[in-house]
């Protein structure tokens, strides 16, 4: 598995480039990707393996972005403060006590009367049972009650076309049953809207 760095950015709401990238998660987008070269072809972000999140704690405006290339500062628009990066270690090992952090686009595919299937929000005491079997999927058990806020975000494409994703922040621990899982989700993401500040998931030793 290649090495992961994981960036920090603040965001200075005051300019427009700042203002525009956090009302709007494909202006978010474009604004995260212009950090890396342009040489990485059609699928950039899956070639860097980009993923990213904001965060507002602490009346912070700033949003973490992990890759598998180093970001570069000088590219990025002005009103992202690149703050440094660090590399990613990954040394879980099956009991690991940890906790956890992402931002997820939760919805489901739900099949029609026709047959035809469509994607459904999935929202208020239902997130954490559509969460939980995830959450073991990527190689962890959950122990105690995640804390689940609402992180709905919209935005609009380049061409037009409206994004609306249904996210909600999860913060929780658990134990580390499956550690190659773990790693292959921490580098992948997990599930839909990795492009737009999904899926990033975060972890760190329980103290």
């Not at 002005?78 to 099956?94: E, N, S």
């Not at 940890?98 to 459904?120: H, P, W």
């Not at 975000?153 to 929780?172: E, S």
């Not at 989700?185 to 030793?205: K, M, P």
Request: hydrophobic share 40%; charged share 30%.
């Amino acid at each position: 598995m290649p090495d992961l760095f994981l960036s920090e950015i603040h965001i200075d709401p005051r300019t427009r480039s700042g203002r525009e990238a956090l009302a709007d998660v494909a202006a978010m987008h474009r604004s995260v990707m212009s950090g890396f070269d342009d040489d990485l072809g059609d699928s950039a972000r899956q070639s860097a393996a980009v993923l990213f999140r904001v965060e507002t704690d602490d009346a912070r405006q700033r949003v973490l972005v992990q890759s598998n290339a180093p970001l570069d500062p000088a590219r990025l628009p002005d009103g992202f403060v690149w703050t440094g990066h660090r590399d990613l270690a990954m040394p879980w090992k099956a009991g690991d006590r940890i906790r956890y952090r992402i931002t997820i686009n939760t919805a489901k595919k739900v099949r029609l009367d026709d047959g035809k299937r469509r994607m459904e929000a999935v929202v208020g005491d239902d997130v954490i049972g559509w969460w939980l079997p995830r959450l073991e999927r990527a190689g962890v058990r959950s122990t105690g009650e995640p804390l689940v806020q609402p992180a709905s975000a919209t935005g609009r494409k380049a061409g037009g076309t409206r994004l609306t994703f249904c996210g909600h922040r999860i913060d929780g621990t658990g134990i580390v049953e499956d550690a190659d899982r773990l790693r292959g989700s921490l580098a992948a993401g997990i599930g839909r809207g990795r492009a737009y500040g999904f899926g990033l998931l975060s972890v760190a030793a329980l103290r």
